[in-house]
């Protein structure tokens, strides 16, 4: 599965955006996704992740309440909604997909998009 992410860009404090990550490929629907972020000199994290079938989800308690991740497995996307942005979310974002169960664990996801830059100025 090859991925694409779009969506990110400048904005202020308060602000939202939607992220979105295209997905090629066969059988979207029998992976997981995550969205993970890397801020500049940090370690990437956990941002959230969704079940196969989009009937479960996971937050960072960091974003919970402010985030919300989707996915259309007809489409193969899947979107993460940001809301009420704040400038400690400035960071690179990546979707990543696995197949097996949705996980916050970067390393057992196999295929990963080129991330896309989200900056939010105070």
């Known amino acids: 599965v090859q991925l694409q992410a779009s969506g990110g860009g400048l904005v202020q404090t308060g602000a939202s955006l939607r992220l979105s990550c295209a997905a090629s490929?066969?059988?979207?629907?029998?992976?997981?996704v995550g969205w993970f972020r890397q801020a500049p000199g940090k370690e990437r994290e956990f941002v959230s992740t969704?079940?196969?079938?989009?009937?479960?989800?996971y937050y960072a308690d960091s974003v919970k309440g402010r985030f919300t991740i989707s996915r259309d497995n007809a489409r193969n996307t899947a979107s993460l909604q940001m809301n009420s942005l704040k400038p400690e979310d400035t960071a690179v974002y990546y979707c990543?997909?696995?197949?097996?169960?949705?996980?916050?664990?970067?390393?057992?996801?196999?295929?990963w998009g080129q991330g896309t830059q989200v900056t939010v100025s105070s």
């Open positions: 490929g066969r059988s979207f629907s029998n992976y997981a």
């Open positions: 990543a997909v696995r197949s097996g169960s949705y996980s916050r664990d970067p390393n057992v996801y196999n295929s």
């Open positions: 969704i079940s196969r079938s989009g009937g479960i989800t």
